[in-house]
């Protein structure tokens, strides 16, 4: 089945909210990414764990209400994202913001993970020197 079939067989209804979807996380990516680069502390990725939520000390309700939400959008946006592979649309873009946004054991340890990777945190470091913003520490090594 090629692509163009897969496509006119799907809803438009679908096909419409799947666009919606890919415009609205292109334009948050263009708009967000930069900013949420340039608020990261500069030695976050040295700490070995991630912080504790301020809110989970506020109201543990509130958290968790919060958590909840959060997640369902991030399971939202990955589904979505995964639609997108094959349909127009950010599909890699979007289950990044997905995995981003949301909340699971090792996220953090993945995070650091990622940083380390080739060119990533030279391009992270471009875009909070363009921000005239100190520029992150690389993570200390990542033992097993």
Do not use: C
Not at 64 to 84: E, P, Q, S, T
Request: aromatic share 10%.
């Amino acid at each position: 089945m090629s692509l163009f079939e897969l496509w006119s067989d799907l809803p438009s209804a679908m096909v419409g909210w799947v666009s919606v979807l890919s415009i609205f996380t292109f334009l948050a990516s263009l708009i967000l990414m930069p900013l949420i680069v340039i608020k990261i502390p500069v030695d976050y990725f040295q700490k070995e764990r991630r912080h504790e939520a301020k809110l989970r000390r506020v109201h543990p309700l509130s958290y968790l209400i919060v958590r909840i939400l959060k997640n369902a959008l991030a399971v939202l946006l990955i589904v979505g994202g995964f639609f997108m592979l094959v349909l127009p649309g950010q599909g890699l873009l979007t289950i990044l913001i997905g995995v981003g946004v949301s909340d699971f054991p090792g996220k953090y340890r993945l995070e650091r993970w990622i940083v380390n990777r080739p060119g990533i945190l030279t391009a992270i470091n471009w875009i909070r020197r363009k921000a005239k913003v100190e520029p992150l520490i690389p993570p200390a090594e990542i033992t097993d």
